[in-house]
């Protein structure tokens, strides 16, 4: 379902301002879809929220049983980024 998923988020949330990275996963050994996201500020992020194809494509999960943690945005306390090797 994920992947059928993606066809119809894809186009929208690539477009949002403020979205350097967005990630979806799958987890086997306990059947859990994590979604990771990096936006430049918490407004931003915010934009999920009211993204209705992303409200819609949850309704089926939901009628499969699957439950959403809430919240979905974070404020960010800290960062890393690497440290350069050259």
């Known amino acids: 379902m994920t ?4 066809k119809v988020l894809r186009p929208g949330i690539e477009t ?4 350097p990275a967005f990630y979806i996963g799958a987890v086997e050994t306990t059947s859990s879809l994590p979604n ?5 500020d918490l407004d931003a992020a915010k934009q999920l929220d ?7 494509a949850g309704k089926p999960y939901v009628a499969k049983g699957a439950t959403f943690e809430r919240p979905i945005n974070y404020t960010t306390l ?9």
């Open 3 to 6: 992947i059928e998923d993606e």
């Open 16 to 19: 949002m301002l403020g979205l």
């Open 36 to 40: 990771v996201s990096l936006w430049v």
């Open 50 to 56: 009211r993204f209705q194809p992303m409200l819609d």
């Open 78 to 86: 800290w960062q890393l980024q690497p440290v350069s090797k050259i």
